[in-house]
């Protein structure tokens, strides 16, 4: 019987992971009726990472109140593996960018993340693993310090607040009321961001204006993580702030190294979580595919992390995405066909607005190729 792994990401603002494995499976069913289509929903750290690893773990979700990025009580949750040990947090579900309406990093904040572990943590989980994705903030995780213990104070003695603008204020930290649970636990940080936090390449001059900071804010925020990351090294000792992935999501990668944490590729993490290695192993054919597929898909996006994973096994590999862009033929070197969904000339929102049949559409002409070479 001929196997064939559906392994995608999301479709951003289109299609979810698990809509777009879906979409596929049902177009290739279609023709091939009796082959065996198993599908794993894959993320990178970044938006879909949670709901990617409960539903291909069969794990769950525990729903909680927690502080949001403009530090308002929201609905929040996380996840918790089929294995009922680890637990799975996603940054852009308690801090994320669509969470705002306004934005401005300057008053975001990563609370609501601490509160997430604490809950967590109360609730006997010792093993993470954090999607850094999509967050709205840059306050170099200081927040979500704060919410698990540690203290931030100004020049008066008074807590800073909890966001970007007040990086620049804290003049004295104390760690020591850190929840001491943390010292036994294994924390694994998703991302494929390998920024460091300050300077040029730092969180604030690369991401901070797509959460809306402005030329000026860039220097302020930036100058903010410096002084916060170099008050946070002389504390603690050691020097964080310049490893890879310090920058990722406003800083957040280094508040996680502060924590002892390791920082791993997210598309890694997320396949090792799902086995999917051990499921392609026996599978015929391998489909994979992401929003818009181009020359920056070579950079550790999931669909090259999968490729890689398919050749390794003889698997032949596919890719379908809503869109193929500049580029994209290097993308030839890791599969057999590189498919866009898009059928015809057409505006970005009629190719959203029709994405789960025009993916239909695409992977069924797909398998009637397959059916001819099977």
Not at 17 to 23: G, L
Not at 271 to 285: F, G, P, R, T, V
Request: proline share 4%.
């Amino acid at each position: 019987m001929m196997r064939i792994i559906i392994a995608p990401d999301s479709f951003k603002e289109c299609l979810s992971a698990r809509e777009v494995a879906i979409s596929i499976r049902k177009g290739f069913e279609s023709e091939l009726p009796a082959a065996k289509v198993d599908i794993f929903p894959m993320a990178d750290g970044g938006e879909g990472t949670m709901d990617a690893l409960v539903y291909s773990t069969k794990g769950r979700k525990v729903e909680i109140r927690s502080t949001g990025p403009h530090g308002k009580e929201t609905n929040s949750c996380y996840g918790v593996l089929g294995d009922e040990q680890t637990v799975v947090i996603e940054v852009a579900n308690v801090a994320g960018l669509q969470m705002v309406i306004e934005r401005n990093p300057l008053i975001t904040t990563s609370y609501g993340l601490g509160e997430q572990i604490n809950h967590a943590l109360n609730e006997g989980y010792r093993k993470f693993i954090i999607g850094l994705g999509g967050s709205a903030t840059n306050d170099g995780g200081m927040g979500m310090l704060q919410a698990l213990g540690g203290i931030f104070l100004d020049k008066k003695g008074t807590m800073v607040p909890p966001n970007g603008g007040g990086l620049e204020q804290i003049h004295s930290i104390d760690l020591s009321g850190i929840n001491p649970i943390l010292t036994e636990c294994e924390l694994i940080v998703a991302s494929d961001v390998d920024n460091v936090l300050c300077g040029p390449s730092g969180a604030s001059h690369v991401f901070g204006p797509q959460k809306g900071a402005t030329p000026e804010d860039v220097v302020r925020l930036d100058f903010g993580l410096k002084h916060y990351a170099d008050l946070l090294e002389r504390t603690l000792g050691g020097s964080m702030q310049n490893e890879a992935g310090a920058g990722a999501a406003g800083g957040l990668g280094f508040a996680f190294l502060v924590l002892g944490a390791q920082i791993q590729s997210g598309a890694k993490i997320v396949a090792e979580a799902m086995e999917l290695e051990h499921q392609i192993k026996s599978a015929d054919w391998v489909v994979t595919g992401e929003g818009k597929s181009d020359f920056q898909s070579l950079y550790g996006k999931v669909p090259i992390y999968v490729a890689k994973i398919a050749e390794r096994y003889n698997a032949k590999p596919l890719l379908i995405s809503g869109s193929l862009g500049r580029g994209y033929e290097q993308l030839y070197d890791y599969f057999i066909s590189c498919q866009s969904i898009t059928n015809g000339p057409m505006s970005l929102q009629d190719a959203i607005n029709n994405g789960k049949q025009l993916l239909i559409n695409t992977s069924r002409d797909v398998a009637r190729l397959i059916k001819l070479i099977k």
